[in-house]
């Protein structure tokens, strides 16, 4: 609208001025000359009357004035308005620019925005501080159970290597007792004392007086060949005499051990 304002003062101007000549025109064209009237009879002076001029448009001029006063304050007022909002534009740079200041309000929700993010930021750290002591709790934890799963493994292996010496060792134990107990036996005449030793009984027959070795020939509880049995006491071989026959023809052929090479030297 302010860009319109010169151009609809220069209309109105010219619209003004127009109607301004076309008055004073009117104005011309209804003035006339008045002749003379007659004087009447009671009056004064030359019998004549002065020739006055009367003039008809007279009453366009308060129209005219109107006109003139109304364009005169349109062309004032728009002047003035126009000065008022150019100075006053000028005047106040808020109502074109606007104004840089924060507020308070302003200033302190920057501060929380500020504030905030940076809480927002630390959370994070901790969180991804958390997230990496978890996984590496967890890391530990699996390592400390693999760690704990060879640990009894080992300890698995070791107890069974364990058991087994053990076994092995009870059953050497009892080996060596059996051994000891067929010797005390042999000493009370079933083997040892002026028999051949229990070793070599052991080695021979493991006292079984009627075993016979089908490849060799031998027999008996001491294997003794035919030719060294000799049909001792009526028996053609050991196995078919009695335990104490031949017991009595081992003590004999042992002699003390004398006769140990019949038997490989005794025991080895």
């Given at each position: ?64 004035a ?30 074109v ?41 967890q ?32 059953a ?9 107990a ?19 009984m ?52 042992w ?14």
């Amino acid at each position: 609208m302010r860009r319109f304002k010169p151009l609809l003062q220069s209309v109105v101007s010219a619209t003004i001025a127009f109607v301004t000549l076309a008055l004073a025109a009117l104005f011309a064209s209804h003035s006339v000359d008045v002749t003379d009237a007659p004087v009447s009879a009671g009056s004064t002076g030359s019998g004549t009357r002065r020739p006055r001029r009367r003039l008809k448009g007279m009453h366009a001029l308060p129209l005219v004035a109107v006109l003139a006063i109304g364009a005169t304050a349109f062309t004032v007022g728009s002047g003035t308005s126009d000065g008022a909002e150019t100075h006053g534009a000028a005047a106040s740079p808020a109502a074109v620019a606007p104004s840089t200041t924060i507020s308070p309000a302003n200033e302190e929700r920057a501060k929380a925005k500020a504030l905030a993010a940076v809480e927002a930021v630390n959370d994070r750290d901790a969180r991804v501080r958390f997230m990496n002591a978890l996984a590496e709790n967890q890391a530990q934890q699996q390592a400390a159970a693999a760690a704990a799963a060879e640990a009894a493994k080992a300890q698995q292996e070791a107890a069974a290597a364990a058991a087994q010496a053990q076994a092995q060792a009870q059953a050497r134990a009892q080996a060596a007792a059996a051994a000891q107990a067929a010797q005390n036996q042999g000493v009370h005449g079933a083997c040892g004392g002026n028999l051949p030793p229990c070793c070599v009984m052991m080695r021979e027959s493991r006292g079984n007086p009627t075993a016979v070795n089908a490849s060799s020939g031998a027999s008996g509880k001491w294997q003794f060949m035919t030719s060294t049995w000799a049909n001792y006491d009526g028996y053609p071989t050991a196995a078919s005499a009695p335990e104490s026959v031949q017991d009595e023809r081992a003590a004999q052929v042992w002699a003390g051990g004398a006769g140990a090479s019949h038997w490989g030297g005794g025991c080895w």
